[in-house]
C-alpha cells in the first residue's frame, strides 16, 4: 500500500520512479562504487532510478560497462577525459590496463596523465590502445572531427571506439529547441562546458570520413525499459537523453 502511494505520488509529479535491471555485472559494481537514486528523462517522462555515479546520465556507465565486459582480459583502454574518479577504476575491475588522461586529474604517473583535449596530437603513439572510450567528452570539444582522426590513430586495426553524448534529436529535445532555441544541456548555463551539440547525422558524417564505421548504437535510458542489445537506431534517438555509439575501423578504401 505505502509503495503504490509512493508511486501514485511520483506519478503526479512527473517523476517515477523505477527499478535499475539486476543484471550481476552492476550489481556486484555497485556493492564497491558509488551509486544514488539520480533522474533522467526516456521520452517526455522524468525517471527516478538508483545507478552507478558518473558525469553521465543513469545508464550511460551501466550500458559502457556491459559493452567492454567480454573478452577484456589484458587489453590496453584509454580513458579519454576520465577524470580523477571511479570510472577508470570499474575498467581496470574488468580487467582492463587503463590509461587515464584529463585536464583535471590530480596525479600523473604511468596510467595517469594530464591533457587538454582541445589540443592535438593526444601524447600517445599510433595503434596503442585495444578500446578507447571518450564518455561525455566530444560536447566540450572545440574540434570533434580531429578528436575522431585522433582516436583512429591510437587505436590498433581491430580496436573498439566508445562515445557517448546527449541526444539533441529526441522528441522532447527537439520540442525545447522549437520553445526555447536551444537543446536540453546546451543553454546558456552550460556553455562554459558544453559548447557542441551533435546531432546523430553529424556523427554519422564524421565517421565517415575518419575512417570509422558505427558498429552499435544505443541510449542510456533503454538500459532501464528492455536489454536489446541491436535496438531500432530511430527508436533510440527518439526517446533517449543520451546516446552511447561503438565504431570499429573500416576497412572500405
Not at 502511494?5 to 503526479?12: A, C
Not at 593526444?122 to 570539444?141: A, K, M, R, T
Request: glycine letters at 6%; hydrophobic letters at 35%.
Amino acid at each position: 500500500m505505502k509503495n503504490n502511494l509512493i508511486k501514485n505520488w511520483l506519478k503526479r509529479t512527473g517523476l517515477l520512479n523505477i527499478e535499475a535491471p539486476t543484471d550481476d555485472l552492476v550489481v556486484n559494481l555497485k556493492k564497491q562504487f558509488r551509486h544514488e537514486e539520480r533522474s533522467f528523462f526516456y521520452g517526455w517522462r522524468r525517471y527516478l532510478v538508483d545507478s552507478l555515479y558518473c558525469h553521465a546520465s543513469p545508464g550511460v556507465i551501466e550500458t559502457i560497462t556491459r559493452e567492454l565486459s567480454i573478452n577484456n582480459q589484458k587489453k590496453k583502454l584509454l580513458n579519454l577525459g576520465g577524470g580523477t574518479g571511479q570510472v577508470s577504476t570499474i575498467f581496470e575491475l574488468l580487467g582492463y590496463n587503463v590509461s587515464n588522461v584529463d585536464i583535471a586529474s590530480t596525479k600523473v604517473d604511468k596510467k595517469n596523465s594530464i591533457w587538454d583535449l582541445n589540443h592535438f596530437p593526444y601524447p600517445f603513439l599510433e595503434q596503442s590502445f585495444d578500446i578507447i572510450v571518450g564518455q561525455e567528452i566530444i560536447e566540450h570539444l572545440e574540434n570533434p572531427w580531429e578528436f575522431f582522426r585522433q582516436a583512429r590513430r591510437m587505436l590498433k586495426p581491430d580496436g573498439l571506439f566508445i562515445i557517448s553524448t546527449p541526444n539533441i534529436l529526441s522528441t522532447r529535445s527537439r520540442l525545447k529547441f522549437w520553445l526555447t532555441g536551444y537543446f536540453p544541456w546546451f543553454t546558456p548555463d552550460c556553455f562554459e562546458y558544453h559548447i557542441n551539440p551533435l546531432p546523430y547525422w553529424q556523427i554519422e558524417l564524421i565517421t565517415k570520413q575518419t575512417g570509422f564505421k558505427i558498429q552499435r548504437i544505443m541510449g542510456n535510458g533503454d538500459y532501464f525499459f528492455h536489454q536489446d542489445l541491436k535496438p531500432n537506431w530511430k527508436k533510440v534517438l527518439n526517446k533517449n537523453e543520451e546516446i552511447i555509439i561503438s565504431f570499429k575501423i573500416s576497412t572500405e578504401k
